[in-house]
């Protein structure tokens, strides 16, 4: 049944997805001349008597209010809260596009009061990815993404926002949200963060897999002496792109092998038998050399052709 309450009864409500009212100025200007064309929607205010919280029509009664109207005509019906939610969404999807962050904010609300993704996406008409993306954005800083939004230098697209869902950590994609400088550098940065995720989970799997293998932790010198001939690499993982985490093959040895990161990288190693090579080629020639040195003290010596030469 209609009935016409006091405009001091009615209560936007609290959890209304829609924060900001678009022309409300011109809607103003509608009902002064015309009147409230269609009713509200309203639920009994569990915490004020005799006062109603309107689930449908929150923007007509901001414009009512402006207009100077007294009274308001609404149906009062009883709802649970997650149907006032859910038809307070769907009411705003339907008559104005909601941001992504009121989407994201409004699925967090239906999910906190019991709903799943699907009974989401039935009550309200999307897909199940749709409100699963929306629901990812809605672990974000909301206050950050609402300036991203607003700010139309920015250019925020839902392309770059699906990539900064890669990320695992909740509090780098703040991070990302927060210092990027566009929508694009969002996309850039998530892209960097997921390979660092990644390298970092790798790695952890890498020196498990080693260890069990008799692997140890090479010591701290076997990084800065990989050029030096002093380590022979058995092997390395590029943890960027390692997918089989079950099988790292080692050459079969005797040696004791040992692994080290560096960079995106891990080595394994073993420590080199090899001596380093003397200025001649070998280590026994240089070590004639600094015998036939040693004997001669010096002294010329005749070649076959008999000219004088020193060592």
């Given at each position: 049944?209609?009935q016409?309450i006091?405009?001091e009864?009615?209560?936007i409500?609290p959890q209304?997805?829609?924060?900001?009212y678009t022309d409300?100025d011109?809607?103003?200007?509608?009902i002064k001349?015309?009147g409230?064309?269609?009713?509200?929607?309203?639920?009994?205010?569990?915490?004020k008597?005799?006062h109603?919280?309107?689930?449908?029509?929150?923007?007509?009664?901001t414009?009512?209010r402006k207009?100077?109207l007294?009274t308001?005509p609404?149906?009062?019906?009883e709802m649970?809260e997650?149907?006032?939610?859910?038809t307070?969404?769907?009411?705003?999807?339907?008559?104005?596009d909601l941001?992504v962050?009121?989407q994201a904010?409004?699925f967090?609300?239906?999910?906190?009061?019991?709903?799943?993704?699907?009974?989401?996406a039935e009550k309200t008409?999307?897909?199940r990815?749709t409100v699963?993306?929306?629901?990812?954005?809605?672990?974000?800083?909301q206050?950050t993404?609402?300036?991203?939004?607003?700010?139309k230098d920015?250019q925020?697209t839902?392309t770059?926002?699906?990539?900064?869902?890669?990320?695992?950590?909740?509090?780098?994609r703040n991070e990302?949200?927060?210092?990027?400088?566009?929508?694009r550098?969002?996309?850039?940065?998530?892209?960097?963060a997921?390979?660092e995720?990644?390298?970092?989970k790798?790695a952890q799997?890498?020196?498990?897999i080693?260890?069990?293998k008799?692997?140890?932790?090479?010591?701290?010198?076997?990084?800065?002496?990989r050029w030096?001939?002093?380590?022979?690499e058995i092997t390395?993982?590029?943890l960027?792109q390692?997918?089989d985490q079950?099988?790292i093959?080692?050459?079969d040895t005797?040696?004791?092998l040992?692994?080290?990161q560096y960079y995106?990288r891990?080595y394994?190693v073993?420590?080199s038998?090899t001596?380093?090579a003397g200025?001649n080629g070998?280590?026994k020639?240089?070590?004639e050399?600094?015998g036939k040195?040693?004997?001669?003290?010096?002294n010329?010596?005749?070649d076959e052709?008999g000219?004088?030469?020193?060592y």
């Amino acid at each position: 049944m209609i009935q016409d309450i006091a405009i001091e009864q009615l209560d936007i409500h609290p959890q209304n997805v829609r924060k900001v009212y678009t022309d409300i100025d011109e809607l103003a200007e509608s009902i002064k001349a015309r009147g409230v064309m269609q009713n509200l929607t309203v639920v009994p205010n569990p915490d004020k008597k005799d006062h109603y919280l309107v689930v449908i029509g929150n923007r007509r009664l901001t414009a009512a209010r402006k207009a100077g109207l007294k009274t308001m005509p609404c149906s009062v019906v009883e709802m649970t809260e997650k149907e006032q939610i859910s038809t307070m969404l769907l009411e705003n999807m339907q008559r104005s596009d909601l941001s992504v962050s009121e989407q994201a904010q409004g699925f967090q609300l239906m999910l906190d009061l019991g709903e799943t993704e699907t009974t989401i996406a039935e009550k309200t008409g999307f897909s199940r990815s749709t409100v699963r993306h929306r629901l990812n954005l809605a672990k974000l800083d909301q206050e950050t993404l609402t300036r991203r939004e607003e700010n139309k230098d920015f250019q925020l697209t839902l392309t770059d926002l699906y990539e900064l869902e890669k990320v695992q950590d909740i509090k780098k994609r703040n991070e990302i949200l927060k210092t990027a400088v566009s929508s694009r550098e969002i996309a850039w940065k998530a892209k960097q963060a997921v390979k660092e995720e990644k390298i970092k989970k790798n790695a952890q799997i890498v020196f498990e897999i080693l260890e069990e293998k008799g692997v140890k932790a090479a010591p701290k010198r076997a990084k800065e002496e990989r050029w030096t001939g002093k380590w022979k690499e058995i092997t390395n993982i590029d943890l960027s792109q390692w997918e089989d985490q079950t099988k790292i093959d080692l050459q079969d040895t005797k040696d004791q092998l040992y692994y080290y990161q560096y960079y995106d990288r891990i080595y394994v190693v073993k420590k080199s038998n090899t001596k380093r090579a003397g200025k001649n080629g070998t280590g026994k020639e240089n070590g004639e050399n600094q015998g036939k040195q040693k004997k001669n003290n010096g002294n010329p010596e005749k070649d076959e052709k008999g000219k004088e030469r020193f060592y």
